[in-house]
């Protein structure tokens, strides 16, 4: 069968630097595959390789079994990924509806004008932001930026979301709200890659865990492999309270 | 929310649904009637040539508006579609004959052709590069141009009195002309709405906003910003051609004047840029202010001054212009005005 | 032939002096991420500046020079204050805009007091001669101060506090702040400086050609060009990219009309951008 995202060797260099190097894991359908690692081991980087900010030096990247190997990320938004990034970018100047609807219309399904603006009242509605759809997105507070980046990803009717530390900078309710939100995205039938460093969530929410150092992957499994594994908790080690958490997650 | 604000939100709605509904195109036939029928009732030409000025630089201004306001690209040297219309048609009227309309509209669309290729180059550009590529494009078209001589060099081209005889002669032809350039602010305006209710409206206004987040959401920017360029050199293309027409004469400095460019770009922040309306107000109110300083001797010399000074104050202070501020006090006026 | 290589020699000489003004413009998008329009004005104000000292002080050209630098340095700190701080943040359109009316109105007030008509700074300085050339004082004087200042700068960008001030508010401004660096004062002196070096590679142009209101526009240019050549945001690419432009222009003069030039640059400038958007030497900012 085959993935609905498979990595393969991918390798990306900056200056003198390996930020990832033969890098290759899978996404298949409707899971939620979980990208962890300690500071500067390549997530961020590994997301802008996949939905096409950079184009891998080495390796291939194929999304329904199409080559999307250096598209441009317009492109690749068209075959069916969206990406909720980690320093949320709002279109400061248009309003909450109006971001959705940009959001909707460029999708792969690409959309009219009016059937994008249906679709982007129910995403508003179904990630809490239907109270708030005619303030410009520049006046949101960072929870709202947050949701807000979540539902513009979730218009484009994705196949596979990349959330890029949506938990990042939010308080304990409005985390528990999210990880609800993200569970109930996947009910809806979109796989979900996600990065995260709240270990914790991470660890309950995902159905497999990757883990990454220095640009390489140091192991892959289910959540209580990955908890457990020797090399992982050595990358890890000095964070024991991080450790224990994980534990406790899985 | 108020009981009338609540109503009000439901007519909204209710005639959102159905575009031609919508107040704004009908408020723009209606202006553009009246602004090209006045003077011809009152047969007032003094009154004729100042409203031709102010339709010229409302055109400019809207259509640069697509590139500054929408898209977010300073389009420095927009001037450049004007002039090379004026050239086009000029030519093709003096040299080949033809009648006004069908040359005017072929230099449109010969220009907006030109454009999509420059366009396609210099759109890489970000920033300042791009403003600077724009102004490089406009010399270097007024340098081909001022060597060229099929469009007679550096003195440029004279329009025999005999191009006037097609359309009944000097006076009415005049008027013809102005009908014309009237007629073209009006599609300006138009234009200027109907792309801004657009699914490509939306997508360059992402842009605009943020360009990389813009793209990832899918939205096509190299395809889209050359669109948005080529259209928007269109229609000050064939006002180019209606304008020189009129004058009579075309010449590489007076077609492509830097300084007429950059006052179309105060024209638009003044009137508030990425709003339809906007552009359109602040050609007026500016073609205003410029008239009366050219009136007062001591300040024709500041002209430029007095532009950058109204541009810097705008910028730092109140950079969503005069309907940015109108609509943030009177949220209403979003819809009824645009 | 040799008349090519003295073409090419004096270009690279007065290119020095390209690469000085580059730099002011590149340091200034560098720190702040800011493209100044104002840089045209500033090299006009710079060639006023000497021209001034010399006709009312009776001041040498190169006695100015300290003198510009200063004024040049405290102008553009005002020029700061007054437009530039506000929008630094914003979107790049309004810095754009910002700086372009502030431009606007320098080059309006200066036609107005000084009319478009030429100006020259009269100064002579013998040369050296070789093969039947003479390359002139003045050529050669003005790229050994241009190099001498971009020395100057170096040491005080890695020598000095406040030069590492304004690296490290170039690099992360937030760390920087948080690091207790007073960054408002650390950009107006960066662009204040940028500005210096605009001025005094105007008064340095002042001594080798006739010079108009309306030169600015041309110099601002070719600093662009420059900057595009030898990397955004690097000062030392900035001096061998100003070298390279002087070079390219000595080939080209004994082949073209002058008025191609202008022509030249931005069919290169654009032509480069296209190929390396960053420039040829761009710093790779993290």
Aim: charged share 15%; hydrophobic share 55%; net charge neutral.
């Amino acid at each position: 069968m085959n993935a609905l995202l498979e990595v393969d060797g991918i390798s990306k260099r900056f200056g003198g630097l390996w930020a990832v190097q033969d890098l290759a894991f899978r996404v298949e359908d409707g899971e939620i595959l979980g990208l962890i690692g300690p500071n500067g081991a390549g997530k961020s980087t590994v997301f802008n390789l996949i939905n096409g900010v950079h184009a891998p030096d080495k390796g291939r990247i194929v999304f329904q079994g199409t080559d999307i190997t250096g598209e441009p990320p317009y492109r690749v938004a068209r075959h069916g990924l969206a990406r909720a990034h980690q320093i949320v970018q709002p279109l400061t100047g248009l309003s909450v509806f109006e971001n959705c609807t940009v959001g909707a219309c460029f999708g792969q399904d690409n959309l009219s004008l009016t059937s994008a603006r249906e679709v982007a009242r129910e995403v508003a509605s179904f990630v809490g932001l239907s109270d708030r759809l005619d303030v410009l997105a520049g006046q949101l507070t960072t929870a709202g930026k947050k949701r807000l980046e979540l539902a513009r990803a979730l218009c484009a009717r994705p196949k596979l979301l990349l959330l890029d530390e949506v938990l990042a900078g939010l308080n304990p309710t409005e985390t528990e709200r999210m990880i609800d939100t993200v569970r109930r995205i996947r009910e809806r039938g979109v796989a979900i890659l996600i990065i995260e460093h709240v270990m914790r969530a991470i660890m309950s929410l995902s159905d497999r865990i990757v883990v990454l150092s220095t640009g390489k992957k140091l192991a892959e499994g289910s959540p209580h492999e990955v908890a457990n594994d020797p090399a992982v908790i050595t990358a890890y080690l000095g964070d024991a309270q991080l450790i224990a958490e994980a534990e406790r997650g899985a | 929310m108020s009981r009338l604000a609540a109503a009000h939100a439901r007519f909204v709605e209710r005639v959102n649904r159905r575009s031609l509904w919508r107040p704004f195109p009908w408020l723009v036939l209606i202006v553009t009637a009246a602004i090209a029928l006045t003077p011809l009732r009152l047969d007032d030409v003094q009154l004729r040539e100042s409203l031709l000025l102010a339709c010229v630089y409302i055109t400019l201004a809207s259509n640069l508006n697509l590139m500054i306001g929408y898209a977010g690209y300073v389009n420095f040297g927009n001037i450049v579609f004007f002039g090379l219309g004026g050239y086009i048609c000029i030519y093709l009227i003096d040299s080949w004959h033809w009648p006004l309309l069908v040359a005017a509209l072929a230099a449109g669309l010969a220009v907006s052709a030109v454009a999509l290729l420059f366009g396609l180059g210099i759109l890489r550009l970000r920033g300042a590069f791009f403003a600077l590529a724009t102004i490089g494009v406009n010399e270097a078209v007024k340098a081909f141009v001022a060597n060229f001589e099929p469009w007679g060099g550096a003195t440029g081209i004279y329009l025999s009195l005999d191009a006037y005889g097609s359309l009944g002669g000097p006076m009415q032809a005049l008027w013809t002309a102005y009908l014309l350039i009237v007629g073209v602010m009006g599609l300006s305006l138009l234009l200027s709405w109907a792309i801004k209710s657009s699914k490509f409206g939306l997508g360059l206004l992402a842009i605009g906003q943020n360009e990389d987040a813009a793209a990832v959401l899918g939205v096509p920017t190299p395809r889209y910003k050359a669109l948005a360029y080529s259209a928007s050199a269109f229609l000050p293309a064939v006002a180019g051609g209606l304008y020189f027409f009129k004058s009579g004469i075309i010449e590489p400095t007076g077609a492509f004047d830097l300084s007429f460019s950059i006052e179309a770009i105060v024209m638009v922040m003044l009137g508030g840029a990425g709003t339809v309306t906007g552009p359109a107000i602040g050609a007026f109110l500016y073609e205003e202010l410029r008239g009366l300083l050219l009136v007062a001797e001591t300040f024709s010399h500041f002209q430029l001054v007095i532009a950058g000074a109204l541009l810097l104050l705008i910028v730092l202070f109140v950079p969503g212009g005069l309907m940015g501020f109108i609509h943030r006090k009177w949220p209403y006026t979003r819809w009824w005005l645009e | 032939m040799i008349g090519i290589v003295a073409s090419v020699v004096d270009g690279v000489l007065v290119g020095a002096v390209y690469g000085l003004a580059a730099m002011g413009l590149t340091l200034i998008w560098g720190v702040m991420n800011v493209i100044n329009l104002t840089h045209g004005a500033m090299i006009v104000l710079g060639m006023f500046g000497v021209y001034f000292l010399a006709t009312a002080a009776g001041l040498s050209p190169y006695g100015g020079v300290p003198i510009v630098i200063v004024l040049g340095f405290l102008f553009g700190v005002v020029v700061y204050w007054v437009s530039v701080n506000r929008v630094v943040g914003r979107p790049v359109l309004m810095s754009l805009l910002a700086t372009f009316a502030m431009n606007m109105v320098l080059i309006g007030l200066g036609t107005a007091l000084w009319s478009t008509s030429p100006y020259n700074v009269p100064v002579t300085l013998p040369g050296i001669t070789w093969q039947g050339y003479t390359f002139t004082g003045t050529h050669i004087m003005a790229a050994a101060l241009a190099g001498a200042i971009a020395g100057l700068l170096y040491l005080f960008l890695y020598r000095t506090r406040r030069g590492k001030a304004i690296r490290a508010v170039a690099d992360n401004r937030e760390a920087a702040e948080l690091t207790g660096i007073p960054t408002k004062q650390v950009l107006s002196m960066a662009f204040g400086l940028g500005v210096a070096l605009a001025c005094v590679s105007g008064a340095l142009i002042a001594t080798l050609f006739p010079f108009t209101v309306l030169s600015g526009s041309s110099y601002q240019l070719k600093s662009f060009v420059v900057t595009v050549l030898g990397g955004l945001g690097n000062p030392a690419g900035a001096l061998i990219g100003g070298v390279a432009l002087g070079l390219i222009e000595g080939l080209a003069t004994p082949f073209m009309p002058v008025s191609w030039t202008p022509i030249i640059e931005f069919a290169l400038f654009v032509a480069t951008l296209i190929a390396f958007p960053r420039g040829i030497f761009a710093f790779s900012r993290a």
